[in-house]
Nanobody, 114 residues
Framework: QVQLVESGGGLVQAGGSLRLSCVVSGRIFSITAMGWYRQAPGKQREAVATISSGGSTNYADSAKGRFTISRLNAKNTVYLQMNTLKPEDTAVYYC????????WGQGTQVTVSS
């Protein structure tokens, strides 16, 4: 079973930056599109950014211009660089394949204080 292990979250002030990492086990990584998702308290999980196996990216409107998704296939890792963070970015962030696997990792908490 493929495992998803997210890390890099934390508490940051508004305007700050964080870099999230997700290590994916399994040899499928290099041929699989990946995405970052987030879920705020009381809200549904939403897609933040996706990256194809070839490196093409897409972003939610809320992430455009502030977040950058990237991947390093040699390390089975997908990253999310988040700049100019806002309190509304507070959520648990998850990575998953695209289309999603039928399970999720533990996620990493991002808290942005005003």
């Amino acid at each position: 079973q493929v495992q998803l292990v997210e890390s890099g979250g934390g508490l940051v002030q508004a305007g700050g930056s964080l870099r999230l990492s997700c290590v994916v086990s399994g040899r499928i990584f290099s041929i699989t599109a990946m995405g970052w998702y987030r879920q705020a308290p009381g809200k549904q999980r939403e897609a933040v950014a996706t990256i194809s196996s070839g490196g093409s990216t897409n972003y939610a409107d809320s992430a455009k211009g502030r977040f950058t998704i990237s991947r390093l296939n040699a390390k089975n890792t997908v990253y999310l660089q988040m700049n100019t963070l806002k309190p509304e970015d507070t959520a648990v962030y998850y990575c998953n394949a695209v289309p999603n696997l039928d399970y999720w990792g533990q996620g990493t908490q991002v808290t942005v204080s005003s």
